[in-house]
Each structure stands twice: as structure tokens, then as C-alpha cells.
């Protein structure tokens, strides 16, 4: 299978380093992954008519605590272990600041601003001595990304909620969709994508009360028509086929990240975004 996109592993055998910083970056996304996974099954479980009877109340707490305890985690290991000193101090100011939060309900505010703060500082090594038309992608890709981010976090200060929101959704929406950006691209991940894509609207069509409540409540999407929903599933299903292909953990955890967390309305959710950045920009070089 030819891919679209090359790549130097393609061509390049990794470095002791390399595969030793990829399982940090691995461990990284898994951390913040699974915690993220169980609070969307949660969310869907107690608020869609397709929940389990279960008693989800009584385990609610530890999972909410979890899924910001995990993303602040994975933010604070690859902020420690980046050779980026933009990346070192935005993903170290955004994991201290989340793991303030889950201390301190009065921490939520300034973290909220750090969290905003924190993605322009990691969006602006994406920016850094960029040429060619794949790197435009990545930094217009990264720029929705960081966009979508302040602004959902400017929404969750209160600043014109209706408004921020809906930018914030239409944001993350388009920035999802771009994703393969990062990863490359092959036949079968494309192939992968639309299929996704098709199962997104299928569903969105023949329930749409369902597809809104868990895109709202699950996802925090507002507003976002059901053909932008489908392209964002086709992108980021595309991105973790294309690094499943490549057997790169990395950007495959990324894409299922972004697809898991959605739109920032939360702390935990934007930090899991941010993580997620982190790992596909980190997976273009190698």
C-alpha cells in the first residue's frame, strides 16, 4: 500500500531515545485516555434512554475525579519530558493548574485562564520555522485547535456562552477533521474514516435525538451541524487508522483522545486536547 503522506519511519529505523520517549508519550496518552473514555460511557449511561440500569451515582465521583486527575497527569509527563520549551511550559502550566482544580473548586477559575493561556503557548511551537504546504495544514489544523480551545474556555468563564460555544464547537469540529494533517494518510485509513463517517450519520439520521443528546452532553458540542460531525469523525478515525498502520501509538491515542474528549466545555476535556495536540505534533517528525 502506497500512503500519501511519507514518513521517516517509513525509511529509518528509530533510535533507542526515539522508541523510549514514544512509550512516555504512549503511557502519556493512556493516561489520560481511559480515565476520559469511562467519564463519556458515564455521561452516556445516566443521561441517554441507552445507559445500563446501574447504580451510576454511587460511582460518578471517582470517575469524574479520574478523568481530571488523568489528563493534568499525562499534561505533567510530557511537559517533563519535552524538548520543546514551549510545549516544557505550556503542558506543565496546564497539568498543574488542572491538578489544582480537582484540589479546589476555587482553583477552577484561574485554571480555566491558565488552561486558555497554556494552549497558545503550545501552539506557538507549531508555528515555529514552518515551510511547505503539509506544515500550513498542521498549523492551520493546530490554529483551530488552540482557537477552539480559548474560546470554549472563555465560554466556561461565563464571556457570551451562547456565542463562544458555538465558535468553540465549530472549531473543534474543523480541527478534528484535519487531523490527519499529522498522521498522513493511506487508502485503507481513508477507507477506515468514511466508514466511521458513515456509521456517525447513519445513526445521526435515524435517531437524532439520541446523536444530540450524547454529542451535548457526552461531547459538549453545540450547534454543530450533523455533515460537520461526520467530517470530524472521518478525520479523527482516519488518524488513529493511519497510526494504528504505522504501529505509532502516539498520534493513534491522539486521534481516539480528540474524538473522546470533543468540544473543551471542561477542564479535563481541554487538557485531554492539549495532550492530544501534543502527541500528533510530535508524530510528524518521526
Same mark, same amino acid.
Given at each position: 500500500?502506497?500512503?500519501?503522506?511519507?514518513?521517516?519511519?517509513?525509511?529509518?529505523?528509530?533510535?533507542?531515545?526515539?522508541?523510549? =520517549?514514544?512509550?512516555?508519550?504512549?503511557?502519556?496518552?493512556?493516561?489520560?485516555?481511559?480515565?476520559?473514555?469511562?467519564?463519556?460511557?458515564?455521561?452516556?449511561?445516566?443521561?441517554?434512554?441507552?445507559?445500563?440500569?446501574?447504580?451510576?451515582? $454511587?460511582?460518578?465521583?471517582?470517575?469524574?475525579?479520574?478523568?481530571?486527575? !488523568?489528563?493534568?497527569?499525562?499534561?505533567?509527563?510530557?511537559?517533563?519530558?519535552?524538548? $520543546?520549551?514551549?510545549?516544557?511550559?505550556?503542558?506543565?502550566?496546564?497539568?498543574?493548574?488542572?491538578?489544582?482544580?480537582? +484540589?479546589?473548586?476555587?482553583?477552577?477559575?484561574?485554571?480555566?485562564?491558565?488552561?486558555?493561556?497554556?494552549? &497558545?503557548?503550545? !501552539?506557538?511551537?507549531?508555528?515555529?520555522?514552518?515551510?511547505?504546504?503539509?506544515?500550513?495544514?498542521? =498549523?492551520?489544523?493546530?490554529?483551530?485547535?488552540?482557537?477552539?480551545? &480559548?474560546?470554549?474556555?472563555?465560554?466556561?468563564?461565563?464571556?457570551?456562552?451562547?456565542?463562544?460555544?458555538?465558535?468553540?464547537?465549530?472549531?473543534?469540529?474543523?480541527?478534528?477533521?484535519?487531523?490527519?494533517?499529522?498522521?498522513?494518510?493511506?487508502?485503507?485509513?481513508?477507507? +477506515?474514516?468514511?466508514?466511521?463517517?458513515?456509521?456517525?450519520?447513519?445513526?445521526?439520521?435515524?435517531?437524532?435525538?439520541?446523536?444530540?443528546?450524547?454529542?451535548?452532553?457526552?461531547? !459538549?458540542?453545540?450547534?454543530?451541524?450533523?455533515?460537520?460531525?461526520? =467530517?470530524?469523525?472521518?478525520?479523527?478515525? $482516519?488518524?488513529?487508522?493511519?497510526?494504528?498502520?504505522?504501529?505509532?501509538?502516539?498520534?493513534?491515542?491522539?486521534?481516539?483522545?480528540?474524538?473522546?474528549?470533543?468540544?473543551?466545555?471542561?477542564?479535563?476535556?481541554?487538557?485531554?486536547?492539549?495532550?492530544?495536540?501534543?502527541?500528533?505534533?510530535?508524530?510528524?517528525?518521526?
Amino acid at each position: 500500500m502506497t500512503t500519501l503522506t511519507a514518513r521517516k519511519s517509513d525509511s529509518v529505523p528509530p533510535d533507542p531515545g526515539s522508541w523510549s =520517549l514514544a512509550s512516555v508519550k504512549t503511557g502519556a496518552g493512556l493516561i489520560a485516555l481511559l480515565p476520559m473514555l469511562a467519564l463519556l460511557a458515564f455521561t452516556v449511561g445516566t443521561n441517554t434512554p441507552i445507559g445500563p440500569r446501574l447504580p451510576m451515582g $454511587s460511582i460518578g465521583a471517582p470517575i469524574e475525579a479520574a478523568a481530571l486527575a !488523568g489528563p493534568a497527569l499525562g499534561a505533567l509527563v510530557l511537559g517533563l519530558t519535552s524538548e $520543546s520549551s514551549f510545549v516544557r511550559v505550556g503542558m506543565l502550566f496546564a497539568g498543574v493548574f488542572g491538578a489544582l482544580s480537582l +484540589v479546589s473548586q476555587s482553583a477552577m477559575g484561574p485554571a480555566t485562564i491558565a488552561i486558555g493561556a497554556a494552549s &497558545v503557548v503550545v !501552539g506557538l511551537d507549531q508555528g515555529r520555522s514552518r515551510t511547505g504546504w503539509r506544515s500550513l495544514a498542521r =498549523l492551520a489544523v493546530t490554529g483551530a485547535f488552540v482557537f477552539g480551545i &480559548v474560546v470554549s474556555m472563555l465560554a466556561a468563564l461565563g464571556f457570551e456562552p451562547a456565542l463562544t460555544r458555538g465558535l468553540g464547537s465549530i472549531a473543534i469540529g474543523v480541527a478534528i477533521a484535519g487531523t490527519p494533517a499529522f498522521t498522513g494518510f493511506s487508502r485503507r485509513s481513508v477507507f +477506515v474514516g468514511l466508514l466511521g463517517g458513515a456509521i456517525v450519520a447513519g445513526i445521526g439520521l435515524a435517531a437524532p435525538v439520541i446523536t444530540a443528546a450524547v454529542s451535548l452532553l457526552g461531547m !459538549g458540542v453545540i450547534g454543530l451541524p450533523l455533515p460537520l460531525l461526520v =467530517l470530524g469523525a472521518i478525520g479523527g478515525v $482516519s488518524a488513529v487508522a493511519a497510526g494504528l498502520e504505522h504501529r505509532d501509538a502516539p498520534p493513534a491515542l491522539a486521534g481516539a483522545l480528540v474524538l473522546v474528549a470533543g468540544v473543551p466545555a471542561t477542564i479535563p476535556s481541554a487538557i485531554s486536547l492539549l495532550v492530544a495536540l501534543v502527541l500528533f505534533t510530535g508524530a510528524e517528525s518521526r
